[in-house]
T-cell receptor, first 109, second 114 residues
Framework: QKEVEQDPGPLSVPEGAIVSLNCTYS??????FMWYRQYSRKGPELLMY????GNKEDGRFTAQVDKSSKYISLFIRDSQPSDSATYLC?????????FGTGTRLQVFP | NAGVMQNPRHLVRRRGQEARLRCSPV?????VYWYRQLPEEGLKFMVY????????ESGMPKERFSAEFPKEGPSILRIQQVVRGDSAAYFC????????????FGQGTRLTVV
């Protein structure tokens, strides 16, 4: 079983839609949960991170962690074509990021 | 402020040659990480270094791969006797001394072995 599972997509939505991106993980010791965005042929860019369970909001983005079910979510409100990218969830543990395979998101005008 | 700088951006090597990938962290960052992204796979941790020290190399292949972060100069990831399976994107990230959770990535070096 992979430590972090993420649906690879692609996920295709119209502009303005609410997007839900999800990951599951297996290690209950994970405490920090990061979300990165990666545009094609570029390096990952840190969007936001949460500590333990709960929600965190930053503009149009909301990150949510449910440690009881080992489930991580990223919601994007009012999605824009510029949000088209691959989104990577990555728990941080013992000095390293453990990445999912990423979900490719396409927002069409 | 310059971000994490990696060079070269693209590197082509023939089988059996050596590849040297360089990473200059964000100014003031003393922690450097190397990750590898194989086609259609996620990023995989390779090694974590601080100045002149390897902290965690649990993700490094046992042979042919080495990494260093000297007191002066960039971090180097070295791959000896490259094989086709080494073709991948190699990303470097850096973080400040206290806040390890905020890692900033470079644009990567895309290695192609022919």
């Amino acid at each position: 079983q992979k430590e972090v599972e993420q649906d690879p997509g692609p996920l295709s939505v119209p502009e303005g839609a609410i997007v839900s991106l999800n990951c599951t993980y297996s290690n209950s010791a994970f405490q920090y949960f990061m979300w990165y965005r990666q545009y094609s042929r570029k390096g990952p860019e840190l969007l936001m991170y949460t500590y333990s369970s709960g929600n965190k909001e930053d503009g149009r983005f909301t990150a949510q962690v449910d440690k009881s079910s080992k489930y991580i979510s990223l919601f994007i409100r009012d999605s824009q074509p510029s949000d088209s990218a691959t989104y990577l969830c990555a728990p941080y543990h013992t000095d390293k990021l453990i990445f999912g395979t990423g979900t490719r998101l396409q927002v069409f005008p | 402020n310059a971000g994490v700088m990696q060079n070269p951006r693209h590197l082509v090597r023939r089988r059996g040659q050596e590849a040297r990938l360089r990473c200059s962290p964000v100014k003031g960052h003393s922690h450097v990480y190397w990750y590898r992204q194989l086609p259609e796979e996620g990023l995989k941790f390779m090694v974590y270094l601080q100045k002149e020290n390897i902290i965690d190399e649990s993700g490094m292949p046992k042979e042919r791969f080495s990494a260093e972060f000297p007191k002066e100069g960039p971090s180097i990831l070295r791959i000896q006797q490259v094989v086709r399976g080494d073709s991948a994107a190699y990303f470097c990230a850096s973080s400040p001394p206290v806040v390890n959770t905020e890692a900033f990535f470079g644009q990567g070096t895309r290695l192609t072995v022919v």
